[in-house]
């Protein structure tokens, strides 16, 4: 379900800024010394994905829609965030609600807009998967190129497959 233009899309952002403490201006890769652009509460990891080969980035979608499938009990959502674009809550088990698609909005120049659902490679945006409770989930900055996970949920389930998607782990 897009949640794009409600106030549930004002909501969640605020969240993630509030509970997650996203700083959208942290952009040196690999600096601990310094701000982060994330301040999660609880267990995290962080993974540099840089190195990544196209058969790796194909795995990374394969294997973290079954990883969110998992993770997610049963009737469980997840938003999808695309930061300044399109914003789904979503059902990981169903694959046919991530899909992108045209949205009618005569607002919108040409009618409406492509609502896109993102890719869990962040390839020039900030995308973001968060359990509809923000229990877990996975952050990936574009710029930094790197993958942040927190939540017991998911934390085992992707340090196990990390090396496999050619993620080194940096902290």
């Known amino acids: 379900m897009l949640i794009d233009h409600t106030p549930l899309y004002n909501e ?5 800024e509030r509970e ?3 700083r959208p201006g942290v952009v040196r890769m690999h600096d601990f010394s310094g701000q982060l652009p994330f301040d999660l509460p609880g267990a995290y990891a962080v993974y540099g994905i840089e190195d990544m080969t196209v058969e790796q980035l194909d795995l990374l979608e394969e294997l ?3 990883i969110f499938a998992e993770a997610a009990g049963v009737g469980e959502r997840v938003y999808a965030l695309d ?3 399109s914003t789904f809550l979503y059902d990981p088990r169903n694959l046919e609600e991530q899909q992108s698609f045209f949205v009618e909005d005569q607002r919108y120049m040409g009618g ?3 609502a896109y659902f993102p890719s869990f490679y962040p390839d020039g945006d ?3 998967f968060i359990d509809e409770q923000f229990r877990f989930g ?3 900055h574009p710029w930094r190129r790197e993958v942040w996970i927190f939540g017991e949920a998911l ?3 992707f340090e196990q497959v990390h090396q496999r998607m050619g993620w080194r782990r940096l902290r």
Do not use: N, S, T
């Open 12 to 16: 969640v952002w605020e969240r993630v």
């Open 20 to 22: 997650l403490g996203f």
């Open 64 to 66: 973290a829609w079954g």
């Open 83 to 85: 930061w300044h674009h």
């Open 112 to 114: 409406g807009y492509f």
């Open 126 to 128: 900030y995308y973001f």
């Open 138 to 140: 996975y952050l990936g």
């Open 155 to 157: 934390l085992p389930r």
